[in-house]
């Protein structure tokens, strides 16, 4: 029973399923809950971080965040917070929203939208609004985020989306 309502509750929060053994990298424009059991004054349930990937947190000072997953961010608090202030904290990090991805060129609606979990090309176009008339099948480009260089790559209508990509479709 309690296995069947865990997938209903993941079902109906998917960015929660991506904290568990995620291999997805935190980055600027992601909002994340922090969770200290026990510790309501270390509780914060919306923090945004900033476009150097970073985040303030009591006692701990500036943490970069940026390129760590949700599992490793509970690590870093843990280790930062045992004996020195706690003598057996428990952190918990969940992402509650997700970096933006854009899409710009030949849609009816650029621009930058909330990434879900599971995102390809085609259901990145049908959020923008669907191709205008005179959008191209074949010139569809992405430049993914977490590219350092920023190359411009070629992409099919199958291809997934991750956050901070950004899509232009041409004439």
């Known amino acids: 029973c309690y296995a069947i ?15 568990g053994a995620s291999t997805y990298q935190l980055g600027s424009g992601d909002v994340i ?11 914060f349930e919306e923090v945004l971080l900033t476009e150097a990937g970073t985040m303030s947190f009591p006692f701990l000072g500036l943490i970069r965040v940026k390129g760590k997953t ?21 952190v918990s990090v969940s992402i509650i929203n997700y970096r ?13 939208f909330a990434y879900q979990p599971g995102l390809t090309l085609r259901k990145a176009i049908a959020i ?16 993914r985020d977490k590219d350092p260089g920023r190359q411009t790559q070629d992409i ?3 291809s997934s989306i991750e ?6 479709i041409e004439q």
């Open 128 to 143: 923008a609004g669907g191709l205008t008339e005179r959008a191209s099948r074949s010139k569809m480009f992405v430049i």
């Open 163 to 168: 956050p901070g990509d950004i899509v232009t």
């Open 5 to 19: 309502l865990w997938g209903l509750w993941l079902a109906t929060h998917p960015a929660a399923a991506e904290t």
């Open 100 to 112: 933006p991805f854009f899409v710009n060129g030949e849609v009816n609606t650029p621009g930058g």
């Open 33 to 43: 809950s922090i969770k200290v059991y026990g510790e309501e004054e270390l509780n």
């Open 156 to 158: 099919r209508m199958d």
């Open 70 to 90: 949700a599992n490793e961010l509970e690590d870093v608090i843990t280790l930062g917070l045992k004996d020195d202030y706690l003598l057996h904290p428990r």
